[in-house]
């Protein structure tokens, strides 16, 4: 799939992202990942850090995210950017998804 130039949704088949939260890995190189997640209301994205660059994009839902310490609630068509490293998390408020785009792909949600 890496490389692939044409990614089509139906094709893909959801992994789990933890508890009430799907992702589905969408298109990607080595240098960027493309990656849709559907939270469920009350699912929570634990706190991590990882040596990637993330935006998040918020398609449709709420969110209390919590970046570097600092928590705010976002919403449809918000985003947020999460350096190398930095500690993030979420709590999903109103059932929804998030896009996420990382620099450079993520190798522990793909099997090359």
Not at 46 to 74: C, M, N, R
Not at 93 to 110: Q, S, T
Request: net charge negative; with cysteine.
């Amino acid at each position: 799939m890496k490389n692939d130039r044409w990614v089509f949704h139906a094709d893909i088949v959801p992994q789990s992202g933890g508890q009430g939260v799907e992702r589905r890995v969408l298109a990607y190189s080595d240098d960027l990942m493309c990656v849709e997640n559907t939270f469920e209301k009350g699912a929570v994205g634990a706190l991590h850090s990882h040596p990637h660059t993330q935006v998040t994009y918020v398609v449709s839902g709420a969110f209390e995210f919590e970046i570097d310490g600092v928590k705010k609630v976002v919403r449809a068509g918000d985003s947020m950017l999460k350096t190398d490293g930095v500690v993030h998390g979420c709590v999903c408020l109103e059932a929804g998804k998030l896009l996420d785009i990382f620099n450079p792909y993520r190798k522990d949600f793909v099997d090359d």
